[in-house]
T-cell receptor, first 114, second 112 residues
Framework: SQTIHQWPATLVQPVGSPLSLECTVE??????LYWYRQAAGRGLQLLFY??????ISSEVPQNLSASRPQDRQFILSSKKLLLSDSGFYLC?????????????FGPGTRLTVT | KQEVTQIPAALSVPEGENLVLNCSFT??????LQWFRQDPGKGLTSLLL?????REQTSGRLNASLDKSSGRSTLYIAASQPGDSATYLC???????????FGPGTRLSVLP
């Protein structure tokens, strides 16, 4: 069966510091991968998605970036965090082949920028 | 641009009641619609997925329907239980790419 991991679970970082959040998927090959942010009182916002190694699409202009160095690894980064980057970051995957495209989510990372 | 809304924003019911959550979307050119549940501080759990060619899906006490032409989906929960308390979100995937658009969610409280 497939599982999705995210770490760290919680993170408190000062403004201007760098960020690296990691997501890995087990039990599937060549998944589509997604990063979402859920800010307090707001809905889920799609930040990035990837259909393959090195292929990243950005949905929202911001000071965040994403990378996919391996088939089942997705990393969210920032060089300098802003207060507005605080939120709950969720990674998700779906099958890449034409099919249901059902999305499965990880447990999330709670980021607080101080 | 696809927009998804959910009504009501919050709902409180006594245990045992049947209830309906609503999801509306503005662009009917969708590939599928997915219902999720989110417990506080947790990730999303997939409940039901309805393809654009389907009218409904059922899983246990849950039944989701889709009326693509009117841009609506409903999630029916039968015989609600306190363990059903959570936020329920719907999301649509459009036909144009990988974009999933989420609604703001309905926060459900089932009182014992």
């Amino acid at each position: 069966s497939q599982t999705i991991h995210q770490w760290p679970a919680t993170l408190v970082q000062p403004v201007g510091s760098p960020l690296s959040l990691e997501c890995t998927v087990e039990g599937t090959s060549n998944p589509n991968l997604y990063w979402y942010r859920q800010a307090a009182g707001r809905g889920l916002q799609l930040l990035f998605y990837s259909v393959g190694i090195g292929q990243i699409s950005s949905e929202v202009p911001q000071n965040l970036s994403a990378s996919r160095p391996q088939d089942r690894q997705f990393i969210l980064s920032s060089k300098k965090l802003l207060l507005s980057d605080s939120g709950f970051y969720l990674c998700a995957w779906s099958e890449a082949l034409i099919g249901s495209y059902e999305q499965y989510f990880g447990p999330g990372t709670r980021l607080t920028v101080t | 641009k696809q927009e998804v809304t959910q009504i009501p924003a919050a709902l409180s019911v006594p245990e045992g009641e049947n209830l309906v959550l609503n999801c509306s979307f503005t662009d009917s050119a969708i590939y599928n619609l997915q219902w999720f549940r989110q417990d506080p501080g947790k990730g999303l759990t997939s409940l039901l997925l309805i393809q654009s060619s389907q009218r409904e899906q059922t899983s246990g006490r849950l039944n989701a329907s889709l009326d693509k032409s009117s841009g609506r989906s409903t999630l029916y929960i039968a015989a609600s239980q306190p363990g059903d308390s959570a936020t329920y979100l719907c999301a649509v995937r459009d036909n144009y790419g990988q974009n999933f658009v989420f609604g703001p969610g309905t926060r459900l409280s089932v009182l014992p």
